[in-house]
C-alpha cells in the first residue's frame, strides 16, 4: 500500500481554513483518491483561530457589515483553481439554525441583517462553520489531524522530510509545511522597553502594543487620565471596553456614564481617528479596474532592475489609479460636478504622466471645485498645518471633523468614495506581488477603506460630549518626568499644550517583524536560513508562497502565507465579487502544495531521512478518538487545549451536520447595489 504523504499546515485560522478550503476545491483534478495526511496546528480553536474565538467580549464588533464578509470564492477570483461558491456572513446566517447554546449569540444570528456590523463572536461561529464544510469536502483518502499546541521549529533538510516540533507534544514530520500563522504577539522595541522601565520605577501604568482583547484593562483606574497613543481600530476596541464594557451606556445619543471610566486622552499621528466605513451600496456603471496599476505595470516597475521606492515608483501609479476610480464616478453618477466632456477627459487623462503638472491642470479645468478633487495627502494629514489655540477648539474642531466624516460617509451623492474604496482594493491586490513596500501603504489603506463602523464614530462623538474621551491632535509624542513620575503627551495641533498622567496606552497591534516578533517559530525560521525583507517580513515568492532564502532561492518544502510575509493582503476574508486576492494566493499555494506533494510521492521520497538533527522521521502518534461534533471539538480544546482529534472527512462531516443546517451551497444572493 502506498504510504501516506503529509501535509502540516501551522496555523488554522481563517487563513489556513482558506487554504484548506482551495486543498478541498483543488483536490480532485489534482490529487484524486491518494492517501493524505493533513495535519492542522493551532492551540486556538480552528476556523475562528485567536481573533475569532468566542472567549472575548461581545461588545467587540467586526468593522465589515455582514454582506460585505465572504470566505467563499467567486468567478471574480484570478486564479487557476475551480470556483467553489458559498453563503456570505449574512446569508449563511439566515439559514444557520442552531449552530449555538449562547442564547445572546443565536439571538443576533437570528436578527442578523445584511448591513449590521456582527460581532467578533458571530464571526467566528461562521468561520467554524467554514473549516467544518472545508473539512468535509476533500477526499475520503484525506485524513485530517487536529494538534492544540504551537509549533515551536521547522527543521529537516531542503531535499528531504521536514520535521514541525510542536510546544508539549512529539513532533510531526511532513513533506511539506505551510504557515498561515495569522497576527502575532511581539517584544517591546526600544523605546517600549524604555517606558516600561521609566513605569516600573514610579509605579506607573504601561500598556505596550498588543491585541486589546487579550489586555488587562483592569489596570486603569476610574476617573484618572489615561494617554492613548494610537487612533485607528485598537483604540476604538479600547474605547468601548472601557465605557460599555464598564457599565455605561447610550441614550438617545449621549453617554451615560457609570462612574467606573477613566478619562481617555487620545492622539496619533494624523490626529483623528481612521475614516467611517462606508454605509451605502453601489449602484450603476463600475469603473473598470485594475487600469493604470495593474499587472503589466507592475511587471514593468520589477522589471527595472533596483529597488523600488514607494513614494517614488509606486505612489504616483497609486494616485492615477485612484483618481481614475473617483473621476469615473464623478462623471458617470455627478455629473453636475464636472465642466468637461467624459470622453475627451477620459482620454487625457490616459494619455498624462502620473503625478505631471498636465494631469493636475487637466483635473482642475474638469472639477471646478477643489473639494470634488481627489487630494491623497490632504486626506492623509488633515491636520498637517492646522493650529489651535486652546484645546477646547481643538474637541470642537475634531467633533465637527468626525460629525462631517460621518455624513459624508453615509451619504450616496458623495459615492466617489466608494469608487476609490473599490481602487484600493484593487491597488492592494497588485502590490501583494511587487513584495516588501514599506508601511505607509498599509496604515493609509486601512485609515481610508478599513475604518470603524459608523455607530462606533458616533459612540466617540458623545463620549467626547461627556468628557469621557479628550482629543489630543496631531503629532502626538510622549515624554517622561522622572521629577513628577509622570507621562506627558504632547502634539503640534495645540502648541504649548500638555496632558500629563500615570498611565500610557499604546493603542495599535504588535510590529510582525522579524526584529520583534515572540513567534519562536519565524525567529528559527530566520536562523535556520529564510530571508527577512527591510521592514522584517518573511520573504516568500508572490507567485505560490513558498519561502525564500537569505539566497534568493525558493524552499521546496516550505511555504508562508498572511501579514508576517512579504506578500501580505488586506485580510483573510474580503467582500463577495470584489476579485479576493487572498482567495487567489491560497488558490496557488494549495495547487503549488498538490503538485509538490504529487512529485514527492512519485519519487518514491515522503520517508527521507535522517535528519539534521540525527533523528529519524517517526509515525505520527495515534490521536484521540473523534468528538462527537465540531462544537465538542471545539469547546473541548477551549476548556483544556491540548492534542487534537483525528477527523477523516466522514467524521467532520456528519459533525457539520449535527450542528446545524448546512445551508445549500448555491453562491450567496448578490445585492445589485451592493456589489
Known amino acids: 500500500m502506498t504510504p501516506a504523504a503529509s501535509l502540516v499546515v501551522v496555523g488554522a485560522g481563517p487563513r489556513g481554513t482558506g487554504l484548506v478550503e482551495r486543498l478541498a476545491a483543488n483536490a480532485p483534478a489534482l490529487w484524486d483518491d491518494r492517501p493524505l495526511d493533513l495535519h492542522l496546528v493551532d492551540p486556538y480553536p480552528p476556523g475562528g483561530g485567536r481573533i475569532w474565538r468566542d472567549g472575548q467580549s461581545p461588545l467587540l464588533w467586526m468593522n465589515s457589515m455582514a454582506e460585505d464578509v465572504t470566505m467563499f470564492t467567486d468567478e471574480t477570483v484570478r486564479m487557476e483553481g475551480p470556483v467553489r461558491p458559498g453563503p456570505a456572513l449574512d446569508a449563511w446566517a439566515a439559514g444557520a439554525g442552531s449552530v449555538t447554546d449562547d442564547p445572546r449569540l443565536r439571538a443576533e444570528i437570528e436578527g442578523l441583517r445584511g448591513q449590521d456590523f456582527p460581532s467578533r463572536r458571530l464571526q467566528g461561529t461562521y468561520l467554524r462553520w467554514v473549516y467544518a464544510r472545508a473539512i468535509a469536502a476533500l477526499p475520503p483518502s484525506v485524513t485530517v489531524h487536529e494538534h492544540r499546541r504551537r509549533a515551536l521549529r521547522v527543521t529537516g533538510p531542503r531535499d528531504g522530510r521536514q520535521r514541525v516540533h510542536l510546544e508539549d507534544g512529539p513532533p510531526l514530520d511532513a513533506?511539506?509545511?505551510?504557515?498561515?500563522?495569522?497576527?502575532?504577539?511581539?517584544?517591546?522595541?526600544?523605546?517600549?522597553?524604555?517606558?516600561?522601565?521609566?513605569?516600573?520605577?514610579?509605579?506607573?501604568?504601561?500598556?505596550?502594543?498588543?491585541?486589546?482583547?487579550?489586555?488587562?484593562l483592569d489596570v486603569l483606574p476610574a476617573g484618572e487620565?489615561?494617554?492613548?497613543?494610537?487612533?485607528?481600530?485598537?483604540?476604538?476596541?479600547?474605547?468601548?471596553?472601557?465605557?460599555?464594557?464598564?457599565?455605561?451606556?447610550?441614550?438617545?445619543?449621549?453617554?451615560?456614564?457609570?462612574?467606573?471610566?477613566?478619562?481617555?486622552?487620545?492622539?496619533s499621528r494624523r490626529g483623528v481617528p481612521y475614516h467611517s466605513k462606508i454605509g451605502y451600496g453601489w449602484q450603476g456603471e463600475r469603473p473598470a479596474l485594475p487600469r493604470f496599476f495593474g499587472p503589466e505595470r507592475t511587471a514593468e516597475l520589477l522589471g527595472r532592475g533596483r529597488p523600488l521606492d514607494f513614494r517614488r515608483d509606486l505612489w504616483p501609479h497609486i494616485d492615477k489609479e485612484l483618481g481614475h476610480a473617483h473621476y469615473h464616478r464623478l462623471f458617470t453618477a455627478h455629473p453636475g460636478r464636472t465642466a468637461s466632456d467624459r470622453a475627451s477627459f477620459e482620454e487625457k487623462y490616459a494619455a498624462a504622466a502620473p503625478g505631471s503638472a498636465e494631469l493636475r491642470e487637466l483635473i482642475a479645468a474638469a472639477v471646478p471645485d477643489p473639494a470634488d478633487r481627489l487630494d491623497l495627502d490632504a486626506l492623509d494629514r488633515p491636520l498637517e498645518g492646522v493650529r489651535y489655540d486652546s484645546a477646547e477648539a481643538l474637541q470642537e474642531a475634531t467633533r465637527a471633523y468626525i460629525a462631517a466624516d460621518l455624513a459624508r460617509r453615509h451619504d450616496p451623492e458623495h459615492s466617489e468614495d466608494l469608487a476609490v474604496f473599490f481602487g484600493l482594493l484593487s491597488v492592494y491586490g497588485q502590490l501583494a506581488g511587487i513584495g516588501d513596500i514599506g508601511d505607509h501603504w498599509h496604515g493609509f489603506f486601512s485609515y481610508l477603506a478599513s475604518g470603524p463602523p459608523g455607530p462606533r464614530l458616533r459612540q466617540l462623538l458623545a463620549l467626547s460630549e461627556a468628557g469621557i474621551v479628550r482629543f489630543l491632535g496631531a503629532g502626538t509624542t510622549v515624554e517622561t518626568d522622572e521629577e513628577k513620575g509622570l507621562f506627558r503627551a504632547l502634539g503640534t495641533t495645540v502648541p504649548g499644550e500638555r496632558t500629563e498622567a500615570r498611565a500610557l496606552?499604546?493603542?495599535?497591534?504588535?510590529?510582525?517583524?522579524?526584529?520583534?516578533?515572540?513567534?519562536?517559530?519565524?525567529?528559527?525560521?530566520?536562523?535556520?536560513?529564510?530571508?527577512?525583507?527591510?521592514?522584517?517580513?518573511?520573504?516568500?515568492?508572490?507567485?505560490?508562497?513558498?519561502?525564500?532564502?537569505?539566497?534568493?532561492t525558493r524552499h521546496p518544502r516550505r511555504f508562508a502565507l498572511g501579514p508576517h510575509t512579504s506578500a501580505r493582503t488586506s485580510g483573510a476574508f474580503t467582500r463577495p465579487r470584489t476579485g479576493g486576492v487572498t482567495f487567489a494566493q491560497n488558490d496557488a499555494t494549495a495547487r503549488a502544495a498538490l503538485e509538490s506533494l504529487l512529485r514527492i510521492t512519485a519519487a518514491g521520497d515522503t520517508r527521507l531521512g535522517p535528519h539534521r538533527d540525527g533523528?529519524?522521521?517517526?509515525?505520527?502518534?495515534?490521536?484521540?478518538?473523534?468528538?462527537?461534533?465540531?462544537?465538542?471539538?471545539?469547546?473541548?480544546?477551549?476548556?483544556?487545549?491540548?492534542?487534537?482529534?483525528?477527523?477523516?472527512?466522514?467524521?467532520?462531516?456528519?459533525?457539520?451536520?449535527?450542528?446545524?443546517?448546512?445551508?445549500?451551497?448555491e453562491p450567496a444572493p448578490d445585492p445589485p447595489d451592493r456589489s
Request: overall charge negative; proline content about 10%; aromatic content about 4%.
Open 505 to 552: 496606552v499604546e493603542a495599535r497591534l504588535p510590529d510582525p517583524s522579524t526584529r520583534h516578533t515572540r513567534s519562536a517559530l519565524l525567529r528559527a525560521l530566520y536562523e535556520d536560513g529564510a530571508a527577512a525583507t527591510a521592514s522584517g517580513l518573511l520573504a516568500v515568492d508572490p507567485g505560490d508562497g513558498r519561502i525564500l532564502g537569505r539566497d534568493g
Open 615 to 665: 533523528s529519524h522521521p517517526g509515525a505520527v502518534p495515534e490521536s484521540v478518538d473523534a468528538p462527537e461534533s465540531v462544537a465538542e471539538s471545539v469547546a473541548a480544546s477551549e476548556a483544556a487545549p491540548g492534542p487534537g482529534p483525528v477527523l477523516g472527512p466522514e467524521s467532520v462531516s456528519e459533525a457539520a451536520l449535527a450542528s446545524g443546517p448546512v445551508p445549500a451551497l
Open 175 to 216: 513533506d511539506l509545511v505551510v504557515l498561515t500563522l495569522g497576527h502575532l504577539d511581539g517584544e517591546p522595541d526600544a523605546e517600549q522597553r524604555r517606558l516600561a522601565r521609566f513605569a516600573r520605577r514610579h509605579g506607573l501604568v504601561h500598556l505596550p502594543p498588543d491585541f486589546t482583547a487579550d489586555t488587562d
Open 225 to 267: 487620565p489615561v494617554i492613548v497613543r494610537g487612533f485607528g481600530l485598537a483604540f476604538i476596541d479600547l474605547m468601548v471596553l472601557l465605557t460599555e464594557g464598564r457599565g455605561g451606556r447610550y441614550e438617545n445619543g449621549a453617554y451615560v456614564p457609570s462612574g467606573r471610566e477613566p478619562v481617555l486622552y487620545v492622539g
